[in-house]
Nanobody, 124 residues
Framework: QVQLVESGGGLVQAGGSLRLSCAVS????????MGWFRQPPGKEREFVGV?????YYADSVKGRFTISRDNAKNTVYLQMNSLKPEDTAVYYC????????????????????WGQGTQVTVSS
């Protein structure tokens, strides 16, 4: 059974940091690119970044957010620094098979498996 479980969300002041985790089961990270998306209140879900061997990021988070992965632990991380109130959102991790092209995608419909999301709130 495939599961993606995000954790690490919470309330943080602007300028602070949080690290989100996405623990996966039912498949191996060796064969998937892992993306992070977010849905701000009242808005559509948007791309944050994706990692396979390298990380690629939305312009809005580039230089502040970093995705990493520990294949041995089947866990993906999203390190978020210099947080801004506009980073407030529900954050989701998602998985996309590396057998598909392109491997790196910023389109949510390209991702097959999704977590339930974790809330991040950044206060000003």
């Amino acid at each position: 059974q495939v599961q993606l479980v995000e954790s690490g969300g919470g309330l943080v002041q602007a300028g602070g940091s949080l690290r989100l985790s996405c623990a996966v089961s039912g498949f191996s990270l060796d064969y998937y690119a892992m993306g992070w998306f977010r849905q701000p209140p009242g808005k559509e879900r948007e791309f944050v970044g994706v990692i396979r061997r390298s990380g690629y990021y939305a312009d809005s988070v580039k230089g502040r957010f970093t995705i990493s992965r520990d294949n041995a632990k089947n866990t993906v991380y999203l390190q978020m620094n210099s947080l801004k109130p506009e980073d407030t959102a529900v954050y989701y991790c998602a998985a996309r098979s590396i057998s598909l092209s392109p491997v790196y995608s910023d389109y949510e419909n390209d991702y097959r498996y999704w977590g339930q999301g974790t809330q991040v709130t950044v206060s000003s």
